[in-house]
């Protein structure tokens, strides 16, 4: 493999709290093992345009307790094309990037795995979403600081419900992964999370209102996984239907997850994760995702990461069944 100077970093996709974190450790990891370090902008829109700066140590100096990105970020549909990512190769020899380093959810890595296979290109992914949905590591950057938020909303929300008797209908992000919904209705003691994980069969819905509320409870809180079909919003409208004795609401948390400044545990991932991507390439790693798993840095290669479903531990359903009681 031809020898690494120069290490590109980009941010790409869905902004997540953490994300600056991973930004600082990439490149003061890279400079303090004798790599130069470029950072480019708007994701892969500006990789493609050419939006790319030389970074010092000091161009991440107090970044670190921030939220979003402020390398920026963007959904490229150009980068989905051969002609788009020929044109991102041909940027990254001008600029004399050797390798690259993205922080980004599973289209961002997926990206990063085509584009690596095309052009013989070591690309290094870290997991940077809210979504918790990369397989391999046991967490990613801003999930667990948009638990929190979504646990500070949902105890303000449990104030309201009981003052005036409603079934509140939260509904949180996650695309096709119920991590969020799971762990922060737990969290913040709701009767519910319906999550795409749980397909048992029984309607969500009906097994929880026999179960919970036509028992014992005047108000309650449900948290649900984002839906282009199934969300808060029908779910509400078919309580009013099939349970108009109740008084419902909705609350969609919607971008208010993704801001705010990381937790120490978001921090703490990302630093270990920037570090892991500096340390893979110094070992001769291409193309792989670091995690961390069991407090342990792993590598991962892209088609396990974005290939690979990851699970929800089906106890952590019971769980909530049982305490929601």
Known sequence: MARINCIGILTSGGDAPGMNAAIRAVTRSAIANGFTVKGIYRGYDGLIAGDVRPFTTENVSNIIQTGGTILRTARSKAFCTPEGREQAYTVLKREGIDALVVIGGNGSLTGAKVF????????????GTIDNDLY???????????????????????????SHERIFFIEVMGRDAGFLAQYSAI?????????????????????????????SKKSCIVIVSESPTCGAL??????????????????ILGHLQRGGSPTAHDRI???????????????????VMVGVRN??????????????????????IKVLGQLSI
Do not use: H, W
């Not at 319906?194 to 028992?215: A, H, S, V, W, Y």
């Not at 792993?298 to 089906?314: C, D, L, M, Q, S």
């Open 136 to 162: 391999g590591t046991d967490s990613t950057i801003g999930y667990d600081t948009t638990l929190n938020t979504i646990l500070q909303c949902a105890d303000k929300i449990r104030d309201t419900a009981n």
């Open 187 to 215: 969290a913040a003691g709701a009767e519910a999370a319906i999550i795409p994980e749980d397909n048992t069969g029984k309607d969500q819905l009906i097994e929880f209102m026999e179960r919970g509320i036509r028992k």
């Open 269 to 287: 991932l990302a630093s270990l994760v920037g570090y892991g991507a500096v340390q893979a390439l110094l070992q001769g790693q291409r193309n």
């Open 234 to 251: 029908y779910y509400a409208k078919r309580v009013n239907e099939e349970y108009p004795e109740f008084d419902v609401r909705v609350s």
């Open 295 to 316: 407090n342990e840095i792993v590598y991962v290669p892209f088609i396990e990461a974005i290939g690979k479903r990851k699970p929800i531990n089906k106890e952590v």
């Open 116 to 127: 690596a296979e095309e052009y013989d290109y070591p690309c290094i992914g870290l997991p």
